[in-house]
């Protein structure tokens, strides 16, 4: 790897907004804010900018409209642009992407980002002076912050735990005392440095299911249109139901996509996330790639790809390696649905309490879990209560996504790009409007009604085949599914 090639890839993607000028460790641009402030962005990051008066927006990252799929970036700040920071908020829902939008209005400046957090804002008030950036290693590179001396900090960031977390964070936090993460649902005004939870903020009313399906059919089929509009993609499809609403979404542009699935460590030929795609893609006369990503990954990339950041998963190299090599010209589409608390914590009848969290989690060894999660309850429980929102649905959208969901897109910026189609919250918000019987384990009512008004043939092939889904399917039709899952997580006290 050539030097100009290793330089590139430092901190690629990155961003810091200084509160003066500094030696930038990145290959750059460079824009004035309020003030002595200056935002410093790395060459390849996608920055736009609108502005009409006094109000400016800059745009780190893309916007898609699912109503409008030819409009671009710039047409998206235009139509979302408004001097009232509630309307703009608002204006904000519809849309998806992976993004952090720096709202300046006269001497107002505040900080928001996408739906569950992707692109990521942390901060630290260092020395009395504000500083922001993409991520926490770059940041405390910059400030000479060293990591937590804090021994339950470390006794986590030390464990199999923080591993088996893909290396991520619990809440807030980061293995830097001094610096933290805005999480989803909230702002953060720069002016007074406070953060300020702006979602939700109306109550959701429970709607009819094949109202709710026409509508995330119409806004998932315009996402995934309005992506690859703009970008070459490649989707991952694997046995289960998102990747599969996903791929019947481009039933009208299956020519634009280019089909795969990566070949894990514990994956053979036989495997249900090879042989069910496989099968379905046949079906469906489309191509279907299975990709090694167990490669040998050159030394420079390494080195780089851990100074980038130093609590990197060593797991993610291989494939973000292979994702560099191959397919960095290409946008990669996850699914993950920021609704899915039922689907991962499915005991929802369980006392909501810190150390009830932290188990779920599998994190009850750990104080500043629980902790945390009792300062999370206190600060959400009313929210949810006035507005309808399951805290269990809440804290998988703002604990486990926002740390454990989108972790390797930080890593993987030095290869690639990742967007969500999912990620809006409009879109979410549907998902959090049907009962919640019809977003459940093991039918998924609402996924499936989705999948038939897109492409009603993806659905000839079953989702997740086997014994499990069997009879899990069984259970729930004879009405015993709940009393097995109440005996399952017994230990969560409390019916």
Request: net charge positive.
């Given at each position: 790897m050539?030097?100009?090639?290793?330089t590139?890839?430092?901190?690629?993607n990155q961003y810091?907004?200084?509160?003066h000028?500094?030696?930038?460790p990145?290959?750059?641009?460079s824009?004035?804010?309020?003030?002595s402030s200056?935002l410093y962005?790395?060459?390849d990051?996608?920055?736009?900018?609108?502005a009409?008066g006094?109000?400016?927006?800059?745009?780190?990252?893309d916007m898609?409209?699912?109503?409008k799929?030819g409009?671009?970036n710039k047409?998206?700040?235009k139509?979302?642009?408004?001097e009232?920071?509630?309307r703009?908020?608002?204006?904000?829902?519809?849309?998806?992407?992976?993004?952090v939008?720096?709202?300046?209005?006269?001497?107002m400046l505040r900080?928001i980002h996408?739906?569950?957090?992707?692109?990521?804002?942390?901060y630290s008030n260092?020395?009395d002076?504000?500083?922001?950036a993409?991520q926490?290693?770059?940041?405390a590179?910059?400030?000479g912050?060293?990591?937590?001396?804090?021994?339950?900090?470390?006794?986590?960031?030390?464990?199999?735990?923080?591993?088996?977390?893909?290396?991520s964070?619990i809440?807030?936090?980061?293995?830097?005392?001094?610096?933290?993460?805005?999480?989803?649902?909230?702002?953060?005004?720069?002016?007074s440095f406070?953060?300020?939870r702006?979602?939700?903020?109306?109550?959701?009313e429970?709607?009819?299911?094949?109202?709710?399906a026409?509508?995330c059919a119409?806004?998932?089929?315009?996402?995934?249109e309005?992506?690859?509009n703009?970008?070459?993609?490649m989707?991952?499809?694997?046995?289960g139901?998102?990747s599969?609403i996903?791929l019947?979404?481009?039933?009208?542009?299956?020519?634009k996509?280019?089909?795969?699935?990566n070949?894990?460590?514990?994956m053979?030929?036989?495997?249900?996330?090879?042989t069910?795609?496989?099968?379905?893609?046949?079906?469906?006369d489309?191509?279907?790639?299975i990709?090694?990503p167990?490669?040998?990954?050159?030394?420079?990339?390494?080195?780089?790809?851990?100074?980038n950041?130093?609590?990197?998963s060593s797991?993610?190299?291989?494939l973000i390696y292979?994702?560099?090599?191959?397919f960095?010209?290409?946008?990669?589409?996850p699914g993950n649905?920021?609704?899915?608390g039922?689907?991962?914590?499915k005991n929802?009848?369980m006392?909501?309490?810190?150390k009830?969290?932290?188990?779920?989690?599998?994190l009850?060894q750990?104080?500043?879990?629980?902790n945390?999660?009792?300062?999370?309850?206190?600060?959400?429980q009313?929210?949810?209560?006035?507005h309808?929102?399951?805290m269990?649905n809440?804290?998988?959208?703002e604990?486990?996504?926002?740390n454990?969901?989108?972790?390797?897109?930080?890593e993987?910026?030095?290869?690639q790009?990742?967007?969500?189609?999912?990620?809006?919250?409009?879109l979410?918000g549907l998902?959090?409007?049907?009962?919640?019987k019809?977003i459940s384990i093991p039918?998924?009512?609402?996924?499936?009604?989705?999948?038939?008004?897109?492409w009603?043939e993806?659905?000839?092939?079953p989702?997740?085949?086997?014994?499990?889904?069997t009879?899990?399917?069984?259970?729930?039709?004879?009405g015993?599914l709940?009393?097995y899952?109440?005996?399952?997580y017994?230990?969560l006290n409390?019916?």
């Amino acid at each position: 790897m050539n030097e100009k090639v290793s330089t590139k890839l430092k901190f690629r993607n990155q961003y810091i907004l200084a509160p003066h000028s500094i030696d930038c460790p990145f290959l750059f641009n460079s824009l004035s804010l309020l003030g002595s402030s200056v935002l410093y962005t790395h060459v390849d990051l996608k920055v736009t900018q609108y502005a009409k008066g006094e109000l400016r927006l800059i745009l780190l990252g893309d916007m898609f409209d699912y109503k409008k799929t030819g409009n671009d970036n710039k047409d998206i700040l235009k139509a979302i642009s408004d001097e009232n920071f509630s309307r703009f908020l608002k204006n904000i829902n519809r849309y998806a992407g992976r993004f952090v939008i720096i709202y300046q209005n006269g001497d107002m400046l505040r900080l928001i980002h996408d739906t569950t957090a992707a692109r990521k804002v942390y901060y630290s008030n260092w020395q009395d002076k504000l500083w922001f950036a993409s991520q926490p290693h770059l940041l405390a590179g910059i400030l000479g912050i060293n990591r937590s001396k804090n021994r339950e900090s470390l006794k986590f960031y030390e464990s199999k735990d923080f591993v088996r977390l893909f290396n991520s964070n619990i809440g807030n936090f980061t293995i830097y005392d001094e610096i933290r993460q805005l999480l989803p649902n909230h702002f953060l005004d720069v002016n007074s440095f406070t953060v300020t939870r702006y979602w939700p903020n109306k109550k959701i009313e429970y709607q009819p299911i094949n109202e709710v399906a026409k509508k995330c059919a119409q806004m998932i089929e315009g996402f995934m249109e309005s992506i690859t509009n703009r970008y070459n993609v490649m989707l991952p499809v694997t046995a289960g139901k998102d990747s599969r609403i996903l791929l019947a979404a481009t039933k009208r542009f299956t020519d634009k996509v280019f089909y795969y699935v990566n070949k894990g460590d514990s994956m053979n030929k036989e495997s249900p996330d090879i042989t069910v795609p496989r099968e379905l893609l046949s079906k469906l006369d489309l191509e279907f790639n299975i990709l090694n990503p167990n490669i040998e990954v050159d030394e420079d990339f390494k080195k780089i790809y851990y100074q980038n950041n130093t609590l990197a998963s060593s797991s993610f190299l291989p494939l973000i390696y292979n994702y560099y090599l191959n397919f960095e010209n290409r946008v990669n589409l996850p699914g993950n649905i920021a609704s899915a608390g039922f689907e991962v914590y499915k005991n929802r009848r369980m006392k909501i309490t810190g150390k009830n969290l932290a188990k779920l989690n599998q994190l009850s060894q750990f104080g500043i879990a629980e902790n945390y999660y009792n300062k999370w309850i206190l600060e959400s429980q009313e929210v949810c209560r006035k507005h309808n929102v399951n805290m269990l649905n809440l804290f998988y959208w703002e604990e486990r996504l926002a740390n454990w969901g989108t972790q390797i897109q930080i890593e993987k910026d030095i290869a690639q790009e990742d967007i969500n189609p999912f990620n809006s919250r409009d879109l979410v918000g549907l998902f959090l409007s049907v009962h919640p019987k019809y977003i459940s384990i093991p039918f998924f009512k609402l996924h499936r009604r989705i999948i038939k008004i897109l492409w009603p043939e993806v659905l000839q092939i079953p989702i997740n085949p086997g014994r499990r889904t069997t009879l899990l399917k069984l259970f729930k039709s004879i009405g015993i599914l709940d009393i097995y899952y109440r005996l399952k997580y017994s230990r969560l006290n409390n019916y």
